[in-house]
């Protein structure tokens, strides 16, 4: 048992050694500087928002875009994905309650046909009615994200500079309850350590990730790509586009911020839990082989260095804390970030236990014909080969 106990304090370590040394400094990401912002740029920005009975947030979210300022023109592109709860009805209302409302199209959205997923199709839609503006940029934003104004001109800038031919926002979730303290940082900690916004952005390496609650995207790496076909059946759609787009020679970008924010909350473990069973299972390739091997990975990095600091013996209590040590170091950026209490970083062992318990429900979900299950959608269904 002794041996047992050093052997895995050492792996933890080690793994957590790497984490901080060789993973792509994920666990600083800041906030970016602002960059300046040029007004009334000559490009254009259509705007696409896919809406699935979205009525409680869609009036906040149109009326932060539509009143954006920085650039020259936009016009935003309402995709209603079907709705039964007046979507469409709360979202006319308030484009008249705004001086720029007539930039507002809402669009009807057929239901997707067999190989597409319903986000995807929805996104299609608005893209392929958005081409006749002859738009440079097409943004992708989620209906319940709140932008500061001047967001979408901050991000258009940074494409610019950095000649992007992708930009994503990583916005800030909505984190008030207990829940959420103790789900939300770590949700987006645990994103950026499996994509590593450094290594996103460096052509020379293959890594791509992109948040698909603000994404912008050339309009002319759009046609390139013959529109969103390539990606058409991707449950993870957002990380799916940009590897396609780095694939073909693209650059990637991906930050964090504060200028977009959604508001839609997940007060309740349940809610978290099931916002995370939606894609974690395809993540893993539903792999059963890789199911197991990410929980023992996540078993040794996150649960042991606290276990052992419970240990009979001596030198495993030390490896445990020296791994607690680190795991709580490269978490407190992004405790940060989120402005809560420092000690909130002592959590994340907790919350890893929580989310390897959602990844099994995504799995049983799956096997169960029940994946990607989303707002009355199965969206990822188990395959007869699976």
Request: hydrophobic share 50%; glycine share 8%; net charge positive.
């Amino acid at each position: 048992m002794y041996f047992l106990a050093l052997s895995v304090g050492a792996v933890s370590v080690g793994a957590w050694s790497y984490l901080l040394l060789a993973r792509g400094r994920y666990w600083l990401e800041r906030i970016p500087t602002e960059v300046a912002v040029a007004p009334c740029r000559p490009e254009r920005i259509a705007i696409i928002v896919p809406a699935r009975n979205e009525a409680d947030v869609i009036a906040r979210s149109l009326t932060s875009l539509l009143t954006q300022t920085g650039f020259g023109d936009l016009h935003i592109f309402l995709v209603d994905d079907g709705s039964s709860d007046g979507t469409a009805l709360v979202a006319a209302e308030a484009a008249r309650k705004v001086e720029n409302g007539a930039r507002l199209t809402i669009l009807p959205c057929p239901p997707p046909p067999a190989g597409w997923r319903g986000k995807v199709w929805a996104l299609q839609q608005g893209s392929e009615r958005a081409r006749a503006l002859a738009p440079d940029f097409f943004l992708f934003t989620d209906a319940d994200i709140v932008h500061a104004p001047g967001n979408v001109a901050r991000l258009a800038e940074i494409a610019r500079a950095g000649a992007y031919d992708l930009a994503s926002f990583m916005v800030e979730l909505h984190c008030a309850s207990v829940a959420e303290k103790l789900l939300i940082p770590p949700f987006v900690y645990f994103f950026f350590q499996l994509y590593p916004p450094a290594w996103i952005a460096d052509p020379r390496r293959s890594t791509a990730g992109a948040a698909g609650g603000c994404m912008l995207l050339r309009a002319a790496y759009l046609e390139r790509m013959g529109g969103l076909h390539p990606v058409r059946d991707a449950i993870i759609d957002d990380c799916t586009l940009a590897a396609a787009v780095k694939r073909s020679g693209g650059r990637v970008w991906l930050g964090l911020t504060h200028s977009a924010v959604s508001i839609r909350p997940y007060e309740s473990f349940a809610h978290i839990g099931s916002m995370i069973s939606r894609t974690a299972f395809s993540q893993l390739r539903h792999s059963a082989l890789l199911l197991l091997l990410a929980l023992a990975a996540l078993s040794v990095t996150y649960v042991a260095p606290l276990a052992l600091l419970f240990s009979p013996y001596a030198a495993p209590r030390v490896l445990g804390g020296a791994a607690y040590a680190l795991m709580t170091l490269s978490f407190l950026a992004m405790v940060r970030t989120y402005r809560l209490n420092p000690l909130w970083a002592l959590t994340l062992p907790l919350a890893a236990v929580f989310y390897m318990g959602a990844t099994l429900h995504s799995a049983w979900k799956f096997w169960r014909g029940r994946g990607g299950e989303w707002k009355g959608r199965v969206q990822d269904p188990a395959r007869s080969q699976v």
